[in-house]
C-alpha cells in the first residue's frame, strides 16, 4: 500500500510548486530552470549525472520523482533530452507540463505506470529520502530500465546523529543502508561522490531567490509558506552542520 503524503510534504511538493509556477510566469521563462532545481541540486550535480548517465538526444529518460520538471528542463536545454516525469503531486505535474512542456504523469515512485525496460536512463532527485519503502521505488525503478540501464540518484544520507527538530516526512539513508537497498534492487553502482549543492552559476542563483522573493510577496502570510520554509530551514541545517551530506551515485540495471 502506498501511503498518503502528510501535510508538510504536501504543502512542499504541492502548494508551493503551484505558486512556484505563477511566480516563474511573472518573472520570465529564464527563471523557470533555476526555481525547478531548489532541492534538486546545482547545476554541477546535474552535469555529473548527466555525464555519468551517458545522455544521448534519443535516450528515453525518466526523471521519476520530478517536482515541477526544472532538472528534466535543464537536460532538455542542455543535452537535447526530452524526459518524461513522473510526479506524485498534482500541482508539481501540472507545473512541469506548463513551464517545460514535458510530458509529465501523476504517479508515485513505488507504482510507475510504464512498462518493462521503457527507458534507457532514469534519474531520482532527492526522492528517496522522502519514500519509506525505499526499497520498493528503487525496485520499480530497476523494472522500467532496459538491460545495462543507467540509473542516477541523488540522495542526502545520513552521516551523524541527526539533531532535532526533523523534517517532517523525511526518512534519511546511511550511505551503507543505502549501498544494500541499491544492490538488493538489482542495480550495480559504477560511481559514486558528493554534490555541491552551491556549485551553480550566480545568475542561477540569483534567479533561484528571486523566485523565493515574489513567491513571499504574494503569499508570505500564508501559513502554508511558513511550513514549506521552516521545512526547507531543518534541511538545510542538517545540511550546514555535516549531518546530512547530498551523496551522488550512477548506477546500471543488471
Given amino acids: 500500500m502506498v501511503e498518503l503524503p502528510d501535510e508538510a510534504m504536501e504543502v512542499e511538493f504541492d502548494t508551493v510548486a503551484g505558486w512556484t509556477e505563477r511566480a516563474v510566469r511573472t518573472l520570465g521563462p529564464e527563471y523557470a530552470v533555476p526555481a525547478g532545481c531548489r532541492g534538486s541540486g546545482s547545476e554541477s550535480a546535474l ?6 548517465l551517458e545522455l544521448s538526444a534519443g535516450s528515453r529518460m525518466l526523471d521519476d520523482g520530478a517536482g515541477v520538471g526544472g532538472p528534466a528542463g535543464w537536460l532538455a536545454a542542455e ?10 503531486m498534482v500541482g508539481a505535474v501540472q507545473a512541469a507540463r506548463r513551464l517545460f512542456h514535458l510530458p509529465a504523469v501523476v504517479a508515485v515512485g513505488q507504482e510507475l505506470p510504464f512498462a518493462d525496460g521503457s527507458f534507457d536512463a532514469a534519474w531520482s532527485l532527492g526522492v528517496l529520502c522522502t519514500i519509506p519503502d525505499k526499497a520498493a521505488a528503487l525496485a520499480e525503478l530497476r523494472r522500467v530500465l532496459a538491460p545495462g540501464g ?23 539513508p546511511t550511505e551503507e543502508e543505502l549501498a544494500g537497498l541499491i544492490a538488493g534492487a538489482g542495480l550495480r553502482l559504477e560511481r559514486a561522490g558528493r554534490a555541491d549543492l552551491s556549485a551553480s552559476p550566480p545568475e542561477w542563483l540569483e534567479r ?4 523565493d522573493a515574489e513567491i513571499e510577496r504574494r503569499h508570505g502570510s500564508d501559513e502554508r509558506w511558513a511550513l514549506a520554509q521552516e521545512q526547507s530551514g531543518r534541511v538545510g541545517r542538517l545540511l550546514a552542520d555535516g549531518e546530512l551530506v547530498p551523496w551522488l551515485g550512477i548506477a546500471t540495471a543488471r
Fill in 47 to 52: 552535469r555529473w549525472l548527466a555525464d555519468g
Fill in 79 to 88: 543535452r537535447g533530452v526530452r524526459a518524461v516525469c513522473a510526479e506524485p
Fill in 150 to 172: 543507467r540509473a542516477g540518484l541523488l540522495v542526502f544520507v545520513a552521516v551523524a546523529p541527526l539533531t532535532p527538530p526533523l523534517p517532517d516526512g523525511n526518512e534519511f
Fill in 208 to 211: 533561484a531567490a528571486a523566485v
